[in-house]
């Protein structure tokens, strides 16, 4: 059963950094593409960042590129996003995910392309 735990939300005022983590477990870690998505309040909810198996390949969203960095180790099967400068339209409910099949190399920016999430934390920035 795979299974993943966000850690790492809280409250920042704007111009701040936060470091998201998200433990995993339940299968082999390091074979499969992760993802970290967020969701506002009466919002979809949005790919923020994604990070290929081997740790070599990463995606962003034009709102976060420049100043949210994703990162894994699978070591320790942990998958991080430091998030700096954040906006207030930052605030969301960050989500964890996980493919379901794995390697791939391809950019996966659709919640549907992901088959496992975790429970959320809350981010909120105050301006």
């Known amino acids: 059963q795979v299974q993943l735990v966000e850690s790492g939300g809280g409250f920042v005022q704007a111009g701040g950094s936060l470091r998201l983590s998200c433990a995993a477990s339940?299968?082999?870690?390091?074979?499969?593409?992760m993802g970290w998505f967020r969701q506002a309040p009466g919002k979809e909810r949005e790919f923020v960042a994604q990070i290929n198996w081997s740790g070599l390949s990463t995606y962003y969203a034009d709102s976060v590129k420049g100043r949210f960095t994703i990162s894994r180790d699978n070591a320790k099967n942990t998958v991080s996003l430091q998030m700096n400068s954040l906006k207030p339209e930052d605030t969301a409910v960050y989500y964890c995910?996980?493919?379901?099949?794995?390697?791939?190399?391809?950019?996966?920016?659709?919640?549907?392309?992901?088959?496992?999430w975790g429970q959320g934390t809350q981010v909120t920035v105050s301006s």
């Open positions: 995910a996980s493919r379901g099949e794995p390697f791939g190399s391809s950019w996966y920016g659709g919640s549907g392309e992901y088959a496992y």
């Open positions: 339940g299968r082999t870690f390091s074979s499969y593409v």
